[in-house]
Every structure is written in structure tokens, then in C-alpha cells.
């Protein structure tokens, strides 16, 4: 008799899924948008229990969230006297029975239940005024799958879902009635994990089920709470840090699964849901203060593939080393002299600017201009990736790396430009390792340049003086042609001892078109010292003081100064000083895979303006990995 696998027990898990449907509005409006076509992301949790017949009954709830990107998560959108209305979902779910047959290793079922849906109302009149309300949708899913365990404890399975969410009516505080109906249809795919317990197989069979396929996953949780108390502030605008007190949230949940496809071929795929707010919706200051923070501000969890991509490692003979499994990485042995391709989805500084002791914004420092360098504009979209290629050739004392990565065909957005070769951004790095001391260090030298459709700081100027009535933020977008920018990076770590490293980073680009999609610095002269806490009893937390002063050019301050707005910056006004931060933050280990942080930030002149400011920033990061 062939092993079968146990399918009783609790159970939980992720899924993927592409979901499709239509939605009707009453009153019926000039529709702009009548349908869902989007990916969704979600979680699930259920218990299952096997009877001696192989059939196996259970009882599943899930939860699942749009994707990211513009538009994804409307369901319906039209036009009435009043302006724009339109309907989005922030989440759907169900709670579900199941009944299958589980012959040998596999479990077909089917299954049926209550579904519901979480939405909100906007009515965006032709007056500055806005109508919203939230509404909550009450129906029920049918549907069936195949489910199959693929290494000890873990299952696949994919399944098609229809979902009738019912109908929705609402009253805006305007007065206005609107009324809709919603249905999906999805197929997804999904992973489990058995809770507790393992695998069982019958006598003779081992211990676990064992794939062909070797694989790995991680996973991760971030929160982070940040606020500021009130500050001075003579005036500001929607770019602006507000003057009152504010707290804001943010929220990601990641896994990361590499999959080892041959001899040096690695496939990965990193699924995300991210949420939250970045303080003032992420506007206020070029060195902003928290690096989890996104610039499209989502109330609730939103689905994004964050990497997806393949990696081919020829190794070149010689002395090898030893690698641990971690993100975007698989444990095993290497050459170290290797040549290494990557193609896919992922972000420029998975491979470029990295450091030791700055680098992510869920473990380390928090400010953009520090875990990062903040005048390299590195090509991405609103979260920070990117499509595109990139080579690696590594020795033992130093490595030298060269990408092409698609950019935004407008600077600030999720659209990329896909005119190849004509537009797009190159980077290149080289690192050198070396010792002092006995101490090791490392200096990475990186040159970048893009060619995008972007805006010219002084043609804007120009064009605005001879328009009157024109404003400059539509005066840049006027000069739009392709162009382009350039700049370079140094970037230094170095060991003190085992518990104290040291870093800098020296940063510039010539300033003198729109920042494409990082932040708006022009150069950026950061640096500071991580320590371990061996020395007070506490060896696995960690102590961090950093500094960052941040410039812009003179084309873009007098941009600024004159009223125009940039991606994260823009008073109306400006008294120009450069910017100073200062971050100091401990993190202590509270769990074998958990840590809190404490963070401090004080931004002196925020946003280059002497009249305003300084903030004193406060947070609370708890982050947690398997």
C-alpha cells in the first residue's frame, strides 16, 4: 500500500489568488470601472479531521487583500452630477466547511459558506469637499480544490472559489443613496502548514514527507508605531510634516521561498502584504523617518509581489564558503570565486549599497537618508522595486557588480517605461574588502545614471515666469522630456571590534531634473556606529547612534522656494538650511525570533526649512522572523 498522508489536526497558512467578477450600481451611473480583475493575497486557518473512511471534514476562515497597484482594488466607478463615485474593497473573507477524500497522498474536496467583504464609498464632488463611507458585505462562497503535501508538514493546494458577496447600501453625509452588488470569482493557490504534530505515514515509511525539489521559506513581521509631539511651524502645505502632534502605523508580513531549480539555478518568490501610513501620509521630510513607511498609503493590509525572480551561479573553481539561509538566500556551499546573473522583479538594493550595519529599515535605523544613500535616485516604483538585470563577479578580496532596471515613465509612480534601451537605469558597483587591525572593512564605489522622462527644475522656473497664473508643479510636468541624471555613492563599514562596527556613506547626483522615485536629496553625507550589548550581558541586542546631513542643488531649492512640490518635500515656501537627523535606537531580543526597538529621530530644518522644525520623532518596532 502506497503512504498516505494524516490530514487531521489544525492547520495554517498563505494563498495567491486571481480573482475576477462585476459589480452594479444603483442608481445606475456612466460606469468608468464595472468589473475586478486583479491578484489577491490572504491568509487561512483551519482544522481538518479524517475518518477511517478517508473522507475528511473540516472547517476553514481566510482572509484575503487586494494588490497594490492603482485601480486594483476598485470595484466599481462612475460619474454622476455630483463628481466621481467609487466603490473599493480593503478585504473579503469567508468561513467555510469542507468535506473531501483523501485516496493515497492527495485530498480532493469541495466546500461552502458564508462570505463577506469590507468596502468603502467615496464620492469625490467637483468642490474641494469629499464624501466617504465604509460599508460591510454579507453572502456566501462555494467552490472546490486538490490539496497535496509536498515536504513533511507542508501542503499545496489549488482551488476555485465563487464568492456572492450580496448588496450594499449606503447614505454618504452628503445624503447622496448609493446602492451595489459584488461577486468573484477566484482560482488561487495556496500553502499550508500543519500545526503541531507531524506527517504520519504507515509503519515502514519515514518520519517526513521528503520533496524532490529542495526547497526553503522565511518568513517575517514588522509593526512600527512613530509620532511626533506639535512643533513650530509659521505655515505649511500638502507636503509638509503638520504642525500638531500625529501618530502614525505601519505593518508588513513577508515570506520568502527559494526554490532550487538545478546545478546554480535558484528561483525565488517573496509575497508581502503591507500596510499603513507613513507620518503626514509620507510627506514632510527628504531624510524621512521611518524606511517601511510607502508612498501609497494603504488603510489596510494590500497584496504585492515584492520579488520574483531567477538567479544562475556558475562557480569558478577554487576555495569555497559556507552559506546560511536567509532572505533571498539558500543555505549550502558556494565558490567564492563566481559569477552570478539575476533576472526578475526585485529591488536595486538587494545587490547595490549594502552595508552591514545600515541597511534595513526592520532591523537597523530607520531613516531613509541613513539605511540608505539618500541622493542615489535608484530606479523604482512607489515601494521601491523594479523590473530589470544584473551580474556579479565575486573574488575573494573584491566583487564588482552592473544592472539594467526598467524606470517610471513618470518620476513618483507604478508605471514603468518599457521604451528598452531608450529608457531605463543602469548601476554599477564595485567593493573592495581589506582589514585594519585584523578588523575587517569593506568600501563599496557605486556609479548610477538613468535616462527618464522627467521635468527640469529651471525650465519649470522659466516657463512658470513666463505663465501667468501657472503654477510649478504643472510647470514641471510641462518640461517633461527625457533626461538625465547621474551620480555616484561611496559607502564604508568597518569592524572595531567583534560587538562595534562603524559606517558613512557619501552620496551626489547633479540635481538638476525631478527626483524619479526616491526621495529628494542631491547630496547626502551620513554615518555612525552599531554595537552589540556583550559587554552589559545583553550580547544579542544592539545599540545604534547615526547622523545624516542632506542638500539638494540650487536649481531645486529655488524650485522649492517658489512654491513647487517634490516627491516627499515642499513647504510653499522656503528658508534653505540643509537637513540634519540624528537616530539613535536600541533593540532588544524579547523572544528566540522576536525583538522590540526603541528609535529617537530629531530632524533639524525638515524638508531644508529653517522655519519649521525641529521634530523630535518617536517609535516602537517590533519585528519578528521564522
Known sequence: M??????????GGVNLAYGWGSAKSNPSLPPFKSSVGSLFGGLQLGYNRELPSRVVLGVET?????NYLDFDDIIWSGVN?????????????SLRGRIGYAPARWLIYATAGLAYSQGRLTEDPFDPATQKKIGFRAGWVAGAGVEAPVDGNWTARIEYLYSNFGSLNVMLPSGTSYGSTFDLHTVRLGLNRKLGGSAKEPSGAGDTITSPI???????????QQGYPAFRSPYYSTNSFTPGAQSRETWSNSLFLGVKLWDGGEFYYNPELIQGYGLNATFGAAGFPNGEAQKSNFSYPHYITSRLYLRQTFGLGGEQETVQSDYGQMAGKRDVSRLTFQIGKFAVHDMFDNNTYAQDPRTQFLNWSIWAAGAFDYPGDMVGLTYGAAAELNQQAWAVRAGYFLVVVHPNTNDFDMELGKRGGYVGEFETRYEVLSRPGKLRVIGWMHDTLSGGYRDALNLAAATPGLDLTTAIDLTQQGRIKYGYVFNVEQAVTDDIGVFGRWSWNNGKNQISAFTDIDSSLSGGVSIKGTSWGRPEDTVGLA???NEISKDHRDFLAAGGMGILVGDGRLNYRPERILETYYTVKVAKDATFTFDYQFLQNPAYNADRGPVSVLSGRVHAQF
Open 2 to 11: 502506497p503512504p498516505y498522508y494524516d490530514w487531521s489536526g489544525w492547520y
Open 62 to 66: 481566510d482572509l484575503s487583500f487586494p
Open 81 to 93: 452630477a455630483n463628481g466621481r463615485v467609487t466603490e473599493k474593497v480593503d478585504y473579503y473573507g
Open 214 to 224: 529542495y526547497w526553503e521559506m522565511q518568513g517575517q513581521s514588522t509593526y512600527i
Open 547 to 549: 547622523g545624516a546631513v
